[in-house]
């Protein structure tokens, strides 16, 4: 029987996924995947390439031709090899993320590329599709939310930046995610939802081991 265990952490900007679903892996000692972070490795390297945002196959190319690596136990992303962990961090790389994000046939490729890194391993994987379309099957899913103003303190207090400004691109960014045709920011039916506002990360870790725990025992998959 496969025992691989698969928890899905999907929800908005800004609502603490990265957090905390470092943290519940390192517990877990599950490898943690970070979706965004390959979004925006493709958004990267398109802005370097001077690819347009509307030339759908010349992005396509470089979604399946991107070698995408984390670094275990640690947040490094490596494309092509190069480290790349700050530079897909700036604000202009969120935005052109989330219209890259837009693309079917560049989810299509990294979508592909996400059910190949949980082959092997269990894994808490990260981003916005994740119980919904990734691993519809995934044994927990949590959608994690929490009212815009925290989220844009909280970006704010993780990686500096002005708060207005930053409230409007997160505002930007969700409407542009939750619209798209193409897997839209959306919580699974079957998603335990979590608004963050106001728990500590104690908490909210705590609430996803239990539901780790009600799925699973001894790491077996409960056969309900
Ligand atoms: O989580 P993040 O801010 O690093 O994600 C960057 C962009 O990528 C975000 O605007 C939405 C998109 N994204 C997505 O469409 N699907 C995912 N599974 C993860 C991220």
Redesign the pocket.
Known sequence: MDKRIIVAI?GP??AG??TIARRVAAKLGFVYI???????AV?LWALRQGVAFHDMHRLEQLALAADIQFTAGSSQVFLNNEDVTEA?RLPEI?AA??Q???IGSV?RA?VEK?REMAAAASVVM?????GTV?FPNAQVKVFLDADQSERARRRVDQSGGDLEETEREIRE?DQ??RT?AE?P?MQAPDATYIDTTGLTLEDVEQAILKAVRARTSNGKEVTS
């Open positions: 999907d900007a800004g996924k990265s970070d979706t965004g972070a390959m979004y925006r958004a897909i969120s993320a989330s890259v994000s837009a989810r990294l996400q990260e981003g916005r599709d994740i990734v960014r542009r995610d798209r897997s920011l």
